[in-house]
């Protein structure tokens, strides 16, 4: 008999969210694989919780290391539970390498539900929740930052990102300039925390609003692109390419991608990119 992997979802802020179930398979588990071990220690004393496993690291860093010692821990017959610092294991967090190399070995993998930033900032934003994307965080070089949201653009489902505090007002004046000042956006600071913020309005005025600094944990909620929208004339889609070029990207690279981009045929977008570059020809 091989074991059973368990993907716990712990707390995002507020510790009461814990589940009974949550608390039953950390003290049932042969080995818990937490993200932080110190964070580990001061969620199971404050829910009264005895660890009667093994626990190990596993984080960013050894996880690749440490996935062929848990898999032979299932392969044993072992209960592995893995728990990040909060939310989902394996959602922008530590875990898929773990879950496909069990899944591979035909080992049971399970999960214990629990808080999502994610679900929680798209129920609270006021956007639309029916389709969604989540795109997790974005690039931390302002070139590639605006090059991907170039790309989502004409992305029509509303979007989920994290984003770091001192990085947050850059990356919303970029969304402003990408997808336009107008784009309706909200901000959600420290869910389920003693100070949690739900800041909505377009991107321009949020971005504005973040330049002073904002605190804690962010999820930044941003709708999808209007179908009913005006295409790129053929200044704007040169003007795409050209700003493609700049943050590092091959011209003829450039040219497909921004084709993708806005649904255009890559001639047309060629043909722009040639009359910027020789007007009246």
Request: include cysteine; hydrophobic fraction near 45%; proline fraction near 6%.
């Amino acid at each position: 008999m091989t074991g059973r992997l368990v993907l716990a979802g712990t707390p995002i802020g507020d510790l009461g969210d814990a589940s009974a179930r949550l608390a039953r398979v950390l003290g049932e588990a042969d080995v818990v694989a937490a993200e932080d071990t110190r964070r580990l220690r001061r969620l199971t004393t404050e829910l009264g919780i005895v660890v009667q496993g093994r626990v190990l690291s596993f984080f960013e860093g050894n996880e690749r290391e440490r996935t062929p010692e848990l898999v032979a821990a299932l392969l044993e017959g072992q209960t592995v539970v893995v728990v990040t610092d909060a939310g989902m294991p394996s959602v922008s967090d530590p875990g898929y390498r773990l879950v496909a190399a069990a899944i591979e070995a035909e080992i049971h993998v399970t999960a214990v539900p629990g808080p999502s930033a994610v679900l929680t900032a798209l129920a609270l934003s006021g956007l639309p929740v029916d389709r969604f994307t989540f795109e997790g965080f974005l690039p931390r070089k302002p070139g590639e930052r605006t090059k991907r949201l170039r790309e989502l653009a004409k992305e029509p489902r509303t979007m989920v990102f994290f984003e770091a505090p001192h990085r947050l007002a850059a990356s919303l004046e970029n969304m402003a300039e990408a997808f336009g000042a107008d784009r309706r956006t909200a901000v959600c600071r420290e869910l389920t925390k003693t100070y949690e913020e739900v800041k909505r309005g377009t991107a321009a005025e949020l971005a504005e609003w973040a330049v002073d600094g904002v605190r804690g944990e962010i999820t930044v909620v941003v709708a999808g692109a209007d179908p009913s929208a005006r295409e790129l004339g053929p200044d704007e889609l040169a003007a795409e390419v050209a700003a493609d070029e700049e943050a590092g990207t091959p011209r003829k690279e450039a040219i497909s991608d921004v084709a993708k981009r806005f649904g255009v045929p890559k001639r047309t977008v060629y043909d722009a990119v040639l009359a910027a570059r020789h007007p009246g020809k």
